[in-house]
């Protein structure tokens, strides 16, 4: 598996303020809309491309067009968070969702929401989530996206922890990770340390 750790001063600075305990809420949602750009950015890199013939208003040129129509994929709650980067670096995206929360005491993700095309393949997909702990819910989300057909998936994570691309890693699926960070590793609740807490609490409020 590839794994990619966006190292920009910008990145560090907006990461800096999604992990202080202080940032309020409207602070935490713009500094993830900025970080997530910046890993949907990189993330993007490899998106097929397809020539195209425009007209400047002075000459005949070749330009470039995106060759499919990407899929970008959430995990709720917590990356809706990082959509609305998505739409504004990929307006043509098409948009799925996977619903997990996951279990207190066995850290197990329930599903609630699986809304996603029967047929991913031949199509990027980008799955967005700002945690990745123990990595299931990840796995989940991406045994789903390969079972319809998702092949080299990228997995955009804000926070990684080792266990989390551990379990990645030895799934053996095709996949590639963009983040931006690797911390320590999990606590005894397995919460990632330094991390940022409960990203989806931070977002939204707790409920
Ligand atoms: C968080 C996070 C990931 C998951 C990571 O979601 O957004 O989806 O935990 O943990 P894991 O790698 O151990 O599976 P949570 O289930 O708390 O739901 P939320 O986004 O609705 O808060
Ligand atoms: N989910 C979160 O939101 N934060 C963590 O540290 C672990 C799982």
């Given at each position: 598996m590839q794994v990619d750790v966006i190292d920009h001063p910008l990145a560090a600075v907006a990461l800096t303020v999604l992990r202080?305990?202080?940032?309020p809420r409207v602070g935490f949602r713009v500094a993830l809309h900025d970080l997530a750009t910046m890993l949907i950015y990189e993330a993007t890199r490899e998106l097929p491309t397809a020539a195209v013939r425009i007209r400047t208003p002075l000459a005949e040129t070749t330009g470039t067009r995106l060759a499919g129509e990407p899929v970008v994929v959430p995990v709720l709650r917590a990356g809706l968070g990082m959509l609305p980067a998505a739409h504004a670096l990929v307006p043509d995206a098409v948009s799925a969702f996977i619903g997990l929360a996951r279990d207190e005491t066995t850290f197990q993700p329930t599903v609630y929401l699986e809304s996603v095309p029967a047929d991913l393949s031949g199509r990027p997909v980008l799955l967005l989530d700002p945690m990745l702990a123990t990595g299931g819910s990840a796995l989940h989300a991406l045994r789903l996206l390969a079972d319809r057909g998702a092949r080299g998936t990228v997995v955009v994570s804000v926070v990684s922890a080792p266990e989390g691309i551990a379990a990645l890693d030895a799934s053996g699926l095709d996949i590639r990770l963009v983040t931006a960070a690797i911390d320590e590793g999990l606590n005894d609740t397995a919460?990632?340390?330094?991390?940022?807490?409960?990203a989806g609490d931070r977002i939204f409020g707790a409920v």
């Open positions: 202080d305990e202080k940032t919460y990632i340390v330094p991390g940022l807490g409960d």
